[in-house]
């Protein structure tokens, strides 16, 4: 290649001009080919063939947000994975968990980490949490053609918002629909197949300013009733060890729970249950 094709170092131009805060923008001019919602999808439906996941929830808590998912994707009538995790860190602030088209689903995710990480490294400071939900949106909006086909990526996002004011709630929820649209929801939300359930399940369960264990048995119990109506939605298994994925974002940052604080709280419900149908 020449040097007006390379530029100095063997780098394209693009690589050598200054980089904005924005990676999905620096990856559109370099290698558009790579984002997801640039790529050709089948001009028919295609949902029914590939892999999807479902149930996402997240409660906020005195101190902090939860997010927690189930562990199955299906595709069509079939269970095409039983342990799929569809809660990740986007950074040190925040989680995501994604509902849809499975495949494209965890690509955004690993993308908006990047997009996250990316910012951070150019600016020197960390995005606003306000910030992170609309770099999402916009992300979301980008797969809209494949939306349309069938392949849709309905994410929820959650963080600990560091700029929050004094006496108001530091965790926040965000929603999104496939056109990129951005909501803001209030102590609790859900997403998939088997969020309706889940929803029903926590306005029963959960209130303001519950404690972080009471808001975790809040969360769990609205999966265990979303898998016990929706066959998408995959419940606790204990034989193969499974259990729902939950994050924990507080002043401390994001962390998962261990699959034994999980089960614990899972095996709690499971036990009541059974007791509540012995007695009738």
Known sequence: MTQSHT???GFPPAYLDRVGSSFTDFLGVTAPDLLPGRRPVPQIPVGDLTPHGTTIVAVTYHGGVLMGGDRRATMGNLISSRDIEKVYPADSWSVI????????????????????EHYEKIEGLTLSLDGKANRLAQMIRGNLGAALQGLAVVPLFAGYDLDAAPGTTPGRIFSYDVTGGNYEERGYSAVGSGSLFARNSLKKTWRPGLDGDAATRSLVEA???????????????????????????????????????????AGAITEERAAAEGQG
Do not use: F, H, N
């Open 7 to 9: 530029g100095r170092s």
């Open 97 to 116: 968990g994604i509902a849809g088209a499975a495949g494209i689903a965890i690509e955004m995710v690993k993308l908006y980490q990047v997009e996250l």
């Open 223 to 265: 999966l265990y009733d979303a898998a016990d109506d929706d066959s998408a939605t995959g419940g606790p298994d204990p034989v193969r060890r499974l259990y729902p994925i939950v994050y924990r974002v507080d002043a401390e940052g994001a962390v998962r729970l261990t699959d034994d604080e999980v089960s614990a709280v």
